[in-house]
């Protein structure tokens, strides 16, 4: 069994910075597919972020790209995502999820992953 706990939530300003973690427990992150969502209440789940772990390639929402930064420790076996130039728009409850299906394209689609995080809030004030 895979488990997901996310933290580094928290209120910024617009302008500002935060740091996510995602650590996962049960299997290595080298041999899951991890990306990153995120959800404003009322909307549907939107993704971030994910990354190729074999080659080090990453892909981002062209909401995000140029701003956010994923990243892996695999000794901590913790996924993070580095988010910069924050925006009101960026305010969300961020997730990241898992599966056990390990591809060189992780999905986008919420759809396609069995595991997720509980959440940590995301506030941007402008």
């Known amino acids: 069994q895979v488990q997901l706990v996310e933290s580094g939530g928290g209120l910024v300003q617009a302008g500002g910075s935060l740091s996510l973690s995602c650590a996962a427990s049960?299997?290595?992150?080298?041999?899951?597919?991890i990306s990153w969502f995120r959800q404003v209440p009322g909307n549907e789940r939107e993704f971030v972020a994910t990354?190729?772990?074999?080659?080090?390639?990453?892909y981002y929402s062209d909401s995000v790209k140029g701003r956010f930064t994923i990243s892996r420790d695999d000794a901590k076996n913790t996924v993070y995502l580095q988010m910069n130039s924050l925006k009101p728009e960026d305010t969300a409850v961020y997730t990241c999820?898992?599966?056990?299906?390990?591809?060189?394209?992780?999905?986008?689609?919420?759809?396609?992953?069995?595991?997720w995080g509980q959440g940590t809030q995301v506030t941007v004030s402008a």
């Open positions: 990354m190729n772990w074999s080659g080090g390639n990453t």
């Open positions: 049960g299997r290595a992150i080298s041999r899951l597919s």
């Open positions: 999820a898992a599966d056990l299906h390990v591809v060189s394209s992780p999905p986008t689609s919420a759809y396609a992953y069995e595991y």
